[in-house]
Every structure is written in C-alpha cells, then in structure tokens.
C-alpha cells in the first residue's frame, strides 16, 4: 500500500514536516489521541495529522510508502483503504480528498498540525 501527494497537496504539507514531525493518515473512529470524533454516521473520515517527531503514535501500527516519506496509518484502518492512494487539494473546496483505486474515500479530508497551536482550530474540514 503506497500514497502518492499530488503537487498541489505535497507543496501545503512538505514545509511542516520538519525536525523529524510525522505524518499520520488518521481514521476518524475516536480511538487515540489524534482522532477528533467517533463516526456518528455511515462516512468513512480520515484526518491528516502532523504530530512531533516524540509524540506517541503506539495506536499507528502501520507506515505506508509516501513521495513525502512514511505516513502512520491505524493497522485495522486499512479496509477502508486502497493499494493505492491519492491525496489531492481541492482549491476551490480548500479541502483535501482521499482517493484509491476505487474513487473517492474521503472528499474533504481534515488536516490538523498538532505541533501548531491552532492546528485544531484550523482544520479546514471541521
């Protein structure tokens, strides 16, 4: 399983990934400390997540192949996903959307920089 960031989506993320901050493709299911909701509803959600490099990511099993380096996914999370995926930005929606090869999974995908002190306020997603 592998991620490819399409130009637009790698140019916003590549700069806050310094210092050794990690990447995480989150499950939007409630379980950790990076999942912001249980899913009230029949979505499948996802979040992207920029954590420090010690923060604990015990709960991320599982690190995909990316152009921006390893991306920590929930182990179980992957039945949602596909072989491979696709972020890209929607600059007219400001949102980024989770595809695979079988479509869409998540069209307006939250980005939260937990290293930013507004990084919760300003997900653009929520």
Same mark, same amino acid.
């Given at each position: 399983? %592998?991620?490819?960031?399409?130009?637009?989506?790698?140019?916003?993320? %590549?700069?806050?990934? %310094?210092?050794?901050? @990690?990447?995480?493709?989150?499950?939007?299911?409630?379980? &950790?400390?990076?999942? %912001?909701?249980?899913?009230?509803?029949?979505?499948?959600?996802?979040?992207?997540?920029?954590?420090?490099?010690?923060?604990?990511?015990?709960? =991320?099993?599982?690190?995909?192949?990316?152009?921006?380096?390893?991306?920590?996914?929930? &182990? =179980?999370?992957?039945?949602?996903?596909?072989?491979?995926?696709?972020? @890209?930005? $929607?600059?007219?929606? $400001?949102?980024?959307?989770?595809?695979?090869?079988?479509?869409?999974?998540?069209?307006?995908? &939250?980005?939260?920089?937990?290293?930013?002190?507004?990084?919760?306020?300003?997900?653009?997603?929520?």
């Amino acid at each position: 399983m %592998q991620i490819t960031f399409k130009d637009e989506a790698a140019a916003r993320i %590549q700069p806050l990934l %310094q210092d050794g901050k @990690k990447l995480l493709l989150t499950f939007e299911d409630g379980v &950790g400390p990076y999942s %912001q909701h249980a899913m009230m509803h029949m979505m499948v959600q996802f979040s992207l997540n920029i954590v420090a490099a010690d923060a604990d990511v015990h709960d =991320y099993d599982v690190w995909l192949d990316s152009n921006l380096g390893p991306v920590g996914v929930k &182990g =179980y999370s992957q039945e949602d996903l596909d072989e491979h995926l696709v972020v @890209k930005f $929607n600059d007219r929606e $400001n949102a980024y959307v989770l595809s695979g090869d079988i479509g869409q999974i998540d069209s307006n995908m &939250g980005f939260i920089d937990f290293t930013d002190p507004n990084g919760l306020k300003n997900n653009p997603a929520r």
